[in-house]
């Protein structure tokens, strides 16, 4: 029976260390949630500001492409005018 007892003796200590680990990762986990959370704003933030960068120059390429169409019409037309005279 003493024999036992002795075993059973560290078993308390050893419980509180664990308790104390589990707190501890805990704590961790949780504060590594916040940082997840934190970063998937900011990265949700950031995507919907590239999007909007990118439609703009999508916009404003396809109106350089009209002009730069309008362009060379007007050249063609001058060249064309030009060889007729």
Do not use: G, W
Not at 7 to 13: I, T, V
Not at 19 to 29: G, I, N, P, S, V
Not at 48 to 54: D, E, F, R
């Amino acid at each position: 029976m003493q024999c036992q007892l002795r075993e059973l003796e560290p078993l308390p200590e050893l419980l509180r260390s664990c308790e104390l680990r589990l707190q501890q990762t805990t704590d961790e986990l949780n504060q590594f949630k916040q940082f997840h959370d934190r970063d998937m704003t900011l990265i949700n933030d950031l995507t919907a500001k590239v999007t909007v960068a990118i439609l703009i120059v999508n916009y404003r390429l396809s109106k350089a492409v009209c002009i730069l169409a309008e362009i060379y019409s007007e050249f063609k037309c001058i060249m064309k005018h030009t060889n007729t005279h």
